[in-house]
């Protein structure tokens, strides 16, 4: 069998402020905050931008692909990230240790300042894979992205997905 190979771009950092900066992306992103009761945290520094900027670099999108991704599938987009954000089962928070090195059980709850800038690039660039790439190629992409638990992160992303897919026919 081959090995799913992922697409890497080069991504230029001013290309990913322009991109975190742009109505369109600031269209889909409030939508969604709007519509979760969220706020959104517009962050531009090096942290925050240069993890966005790791994923658009392993794509297989440019920044002005991932532009006119947004605006052409504004909609589905949104519609893929209200039903993501708001399914338990697919935003569980999973991590993965070796056998023996497993943490103590912290049933601490995480609290939730909002949601960062980008999160739009992310929700379409998962959304461009489960339309129109493979399941081994998006497996590869969240693999590379050191998503834990991948491949059932990947699934459940493929359920959301085709859960959105079937309502808006």
């Given at each position: 069998m081959a090995r799913a190979e992922i697409e890497v771009i080069a991504t230029p950092y001013k290309d990913v402020i322009a991109l975190l900066k742009s109505e369109t992306l600031r269209a889909v992103e409030d939508e969604i905050a709007a519509r979760t009761g969220e706020n959104v945290l517009r962050d531009y520094s090096t942290a925050s931008t240069t993890y966005t900027q790791a994923a658009m670099s392993v794509s297989g999108m440019s920044p002005s692909q991932i532009e006119s991704f947004l605006l052409a599938h504004?909609?589905?987009?949104?519609?893929?990230?209200?039903?993501?954000?708001?399914?338990?089962?697919?935003?569980?928070?999973?991590?993965?240790?070796?056998?023996?090195?497993?943490?103590?059980?912290?049933?601490?709850?995480?609290?939730?300042?909002?949601?960062?800038?980008?999160?739009?690039?992310?929700?379409?660039?998962?959304?461009?894979?489960?339309?129109?790439?493979?399941?081994?190629?998006f497996r590869a992409f969240l693999k590379n992205r050191r998503i834990p638990k991948h491949a059932k992160f990947a699934r459940e992303l493929k359920r959301v997905f085709d859960e959105t897919d079937s309502q808006q026919r």
């Open positions: 504004r909609e589905e987009i949104v519609d893929f990230g209200l039903r993501f954000h708001e399914d338990e089962e697919a935003t569980k928070d999973e991590e993965e240790y070796p056998d023996g090195e497993e943490q103590d059980d912290d049933s601490g709850e995480s609290i939730s300042l909002g949601l960062g800038t980008g999160f739009g690039i992310i929700y379409a660039i998962y959304y461009n894979f489960l339309a129109n790439r493979s399941m081994a190629v």
